[in-house]
């Protein structure tokens, strides 16, 4: 399964989420200019476990280069594929957590799901001298919190089957249920790490994830996160939205909801609707006009459904303006 998109948008610019996926580009972008030192590179700045806890590897690292490896380990890749899977699934993902913990709070809450992963790991292997990297962990935090935060988003998802690409909707919660299960029958399967993927570390940063969301629940926003998100607030919806209709047998007219911003109800915006229609969806253009109020219906002629005797309804859009 192959993640494209979920279906819920954030409110805020997640600044904090851009930063991470750049901070790990320019990363990778520094590791593949190591040439021969590559190799060297990774076990300095991986995870490599027998660092820690076998005495005569461990003694030719100071305690600065321990403690750092903790954390330079999740902006490593092992290849631009492995960082690519990384980063859409972050971008598919983080933007909501931000959207919910604000950016100083999830910058924070990133890198304990990172660190957390890669304790799980280290304490699974004590005595391997592999180097571990990747954000995977931390992501599996990120993802672990939407789990628990959002578990009727739903996420458009990619499945090949037999080469022939087909796109359905999956709730979130059944998604990454999905993919839980998954990290933990290869864990169980294997030593905890095998074809460079360390499952562990996957499970480890997944429940840390629910643990660290509780807990930061509790700590309250600071003054400069409530500047921030005032900031980086976005003053338009996206711009193509997907779009549940309904209507009864007898009626050809169909029922939807769009959603804008209080801006675009002042200013007037262009939309793209995506509805599902049987085995296939439509895209339908939509002109959003100015100054309309919290309940207005967008009216869009022909758009319905088509009735036995040749009459075709209308598109009704109730418009929701976000808070």
């Not at 806890?53 to 461990?58: K, L, T």
């Not at 699934?89 to 890198?111: A, C, K, P, T, V």
């Amino acid at each position: 399964m192959i993640p494209i998109r979920d279906t819920l948008s954030s409110k805020n610019y997640p600044v904090a989420n851009t930063a991470i996926i750049g901070l790990n580009v320019l990363v990778y972008m520094i590791q593949i200019t190591q040439g021969g030192q590559a190799e060297q590179f990774i076990y300095i700045y991986g995870l490599v476990p027998a660092r820690y806890f076998v005495p005569h590897i461990a003694s030719y690292f100071s305690a600065g280069q321990q403690l750092f490896s903790l954390f330079s380990f999740m902006f490593l890749h092992g290849g631009f594929w492995h960082l690519l899977g990384n980063m859409w699934s972050l971008y598919i993902f983080g933007d909501n957590i931000e959207d919910r913990l604000g950016s100083m709070r999830y910058l924070l809450f990133y890198l304990l799901c990172g660190l957390t992963s890669g304790l799980s790991h280290l304490l699974l292997n004590l005595n391997s001298n592999v180097p571990t990297i990747g954000a995977s962990g931390a992501i599996a935090g990120v993802m672990g919190a939407y789990f628990l935060l959002f578990p009727k988003s739903r996420i458009l998802t990619l499945i090949p089957i037999l080469f022939i690409p087909f796109f359905i909707e999956i709730p979130a919660y059944f998604f990454l249920g999905i993919w839980f299960l998954l990290q933990f029958l290869s864990a169980a399967g294997s030593n905890g790490i095998a074809g460079g993927i360390a499952w562990w570390a996957h499970i480890g940063g997944f429940i840390s994830g629910m643990i660290l969301l509780k807990l930061f629940h509790i700590l309250p926003d600071s003054g400069f996160t409530q500047q921030l998100r005032h900031v980086t607030e976005k003053r338009t919806t996206p711009r193509l939205q997907v779009i549940r209709t309904s209507g009864t047998g007898s009626d050809p007219h169909l029922y939807g909801v769009i959603q804008i911003t209080p801006w675009e109800a002042f200013s007037g915006a262009n939309k793209m609707v995506n509805i599902p229609w049987g085995f296939y969806n439509r895209t339908i253009r939509v002109q959003v006009p100015p100054n309309l109020k919290q309940g207005s219906i967008i009216r869009l002629k022909g758009m319905g459904r088509q009735m036995p005797e040749g009459l075709k309804g209308d598109l009704m859009l109730k418009v929701t303006i976000q808070s």
